[in-house]
């Protein structure tokens, strides 16, 4: 086994992941969202969180280091054609992911009251969860721009 084949498998392994995570975490979260049990939403806020610590973290810096390593060793030009833009978007993808953590942890933390004090959750816990929904929708279509990027290499 060659280090072109270990670093790439783990690219695509952890490309997998960050997908996949992100996709379940996703689905979870606003299908669970859309029930308005405050017991599910404080349960899955929780997880969705410890699941973005967990895997999608981890999956991030690998992906940086997997793809760098494996321009480097395929003599690819970090900053030029399809892998430039396929290293914006991911950027871009990771600057959506930054604030939908945030506010994660913080309707994480308005379910953890409104369940303790048997209120609603409210108004602000909608406009976090709008929000986030929209964040996650760039971010979503750049991970697919891509895995398009990394299969086709346009010139």
């Given amino acids: 086994m060659n280090s072109y084949f270990v670093l790439k498998l783990v690219h695509v392994i952890s490309a997998t992941v960050l997908f996949g995570t992100g996709l ?3 689905f979870f979260k606003w299908i669970t969202d ?4 405050t017991g599910a939403i ?3 806020s929780e997880k ?3 699941a973005d610590w967990l895997f999608t973290l981890p999956a991030i810096l690998v992906q940086a280091a997997t793809g760098v390593a494996l321009a480097k060793l395929l003599g690819y030009p970090l900053f030029r054609g399809w892998l430039a833009w396929a290293i914006v978007l ?5 600057l959506c992911w930054i604030p939908v953590v945030w506010l994660q942890l913080r309707m994480r933390d308005l379910a953890r009251m ?3 004090g ?17 964040l996650g929708v760039p971010a979503f279509a750049s991970v697919v721009l891509v895995f398009w990027l990394m299969i086709a290499k346009p010139q």
């Fill in 24 to 26: 379940g975490i996703a």
């Fill in 34 to 37: 859309r029930t308005g049990n």
């Fill in 42 to 44: 404080r349960v899955v």
């Fill in 48 to 50: 969705v969180v410890l």
């Fill in 90 to 94: 991911f950027c871009v993808a990771g």
């Fill in 114 to 116: 409104s369940e303790r």
């Fill in 118 to 134: 048997g209120a609603p959750m409210g108004a602000l816990y909608r406009s976090y969860a709008r929000v986030w929904f929209w």
